[in-house]
Nanobody
C-alpha cells in the first residue's frame, strides 16, 4: 500500500501564496505520475496539476502561470507552489500518486490518494 500525507494548507488572502507538500510512503516500487487535484464545495474533484518522473507537467488552464508543481523522485515527494491565489481556488486539495506497489504476492499498479488539505482564499 501507499500512504500519502499532505501539508501546507491554510487561510490566505487573495493575491497571496501557499505551498503544499505531499510525501508518499509504503512498499513502493516506483511512482509514475504524481499530482494535485482539488474539490470545491458542491463541485466535482478536478485536476490541478500533474508531474511525471521525467519532470513533464500538465496544468489546468485555470492555474497556468500561477501554480508550479515539482517533485523529488528520491524522496517521493510532490510540491505545489501556489501564487496569486484567488477566492475561486478555495477547495480541499488532494495529492495523488499512480504507483507500482510491491507486495508479498507480487507487484501491482494502483492509484492512491491523500486525505486532503483545505485551502481557503479570502477576498
Amino acid at each position: 500500500q501507499v500512504q500519502l500525507v499532505e501539508s501546507g494548507g491554510g487561510l490566505v488572502q487573495a493575491g497571496g501564496s501557499l505551498r503544499l507538500s505531499c510525501t508518499a510512503s509504503g512498499t513502493i516500487f516506483s511512482i509514475n505520475l504524481m499530482g494535485w487535484y482539488r474539490q470545491a464545495p458542491g463541485k466535482q474533484r478536478e485536476l490541478v496539476a500533474t508531474i511525471n518522473t521525467d519532470g513533464s507537467t500538465n496544468y489546468a488552464d485555470s492555474v497556468k502561470g500561477r501554480f508550479t508543481i515539482s517533485r523529488d523522485n528520491f524522496k517521493n515527494t510532490v510540491t505545489l507552489q501556489m501564487t496569486s491565489l484567488k477566492p475561486e481556488d478555495t477547495a480541499v486539495y488532494y495529492c495523488n500518486a499512480h504507483a507500482v506497489v510491491q507486495t508479498t504476492q507480487g507487484a501491482y499498479v494502483g492509484d492512491f490518494w491523500g486525505k486532503g488539505t483545505l485551502v481557503t482564499v479570502s477576498s
